[in-house]
């Protein structure tokens, strides 16, 4: 018996460590999908666009970012993705990624599928703040602004006076622009416990930074290549 409950306490560490690791790699996949989500929507496309989104990034206290959210509907609708959270310093250095979850759900006339990349910039500490709980409507809270900028980024000077978050699309599909009201962002737990090995919470992550995964850093990297100001040239 005794060599029973040995095996059969081996074979369920092993399990949870197995979950634990794809955990991990699931969390990864996500980080790498964010850095090519944040070069596609700064990066690419009209230059004017681009340098409105990458001012708005250098504005942000903090930065969500959710490279797949896929929504699909026939009379009944819904969306849902992965998202990632980072916040910046006072120095102008990104923390790691706190993970999140998005997903909404509508009742009405509609028929499409849109594939979405979102960027939310938190612009405001009363924005960052309401990320913090463990989960967070849009919309419901009226003292937190959230302003939406279509599938283009132009215009996102205007759409960001008095916004405490500014949410950058880029859509592919039947759906036109973006509707973020009414959905629901949770925090992820147990991919922080993975990604991290540690049980730390959004706070400890994205304000505090007190922890770290190199596998964020090239995530980071572009965050701050796109969220520095340039140098501009010395006068003659």
């Known amino acids: 018996m005794r060599r029973l409950f040995l095996g059969l306490a081996g074979l369920l560490a092993a399990t949870a460590s197995a979950i634990a690791a794809d955990t991990a790699g699931e969390a990864q996949t996500l980080v790498d999908r964010s850095a090519l989500a944040v070069q596609e929507i ?6 004017a666009a681009r340098s409105d989104a990458q001012d708005m990034l250098r504005r ?10 896929l929504r699909a509907g026939f009379i009944l609708g819904g969306q849902g993705g992965g998202c990632v959270l980072l916040g910046r310093d006072a120095a102008g250095s990104w923390s790691s990624p706190a993970f999140y979850g998005l ?4 009742l009405g006339l509609q028929v499409g599928l849109q594939d979405m990349a979102i960027i939310m910039m938190v612009l405001t500490d009363k924005g960052l703040s309401a990320l913090m709980d463990s989960q967070f409507k849009l919309g ?30 880029r859509t592919r599909g039947l759906y036109a622009g973006i509707s973020l009201e009414g959905s629901l962002l949770s925090t992820r737990s147990e991919s922080n416990l993975a990604y991290y090995g540690k049980e730390s919470s959004p706070r400890q992550i994205v304000v505090a930074m007190q922890v770290h995964n190199p596998g964020a850093d090239p995530l980071r990297a572009v965050l701050m290549r796109f969220g520095t100001q340039p140098q501009t040239g010395a006068p003659r």
């Open 60 to 69: 942000a206290r903090a930065v969500m970012v959710c490279p797949q959210v």
């Open 103 to 106: 997903a909404s759900g509508s």
């Open 140 to 169: 419901a809270d009226a003292s937190v602004a959230i302003a939406t900028v279509g599938a283009g980024v132009s215009g996102a000077t205007t759409s960001a006076a008095g916004a405490d978050i500014l949410a950058f699309a």
């Open 42 to 47: 700064l990066g690419e496309g009209d230059a």
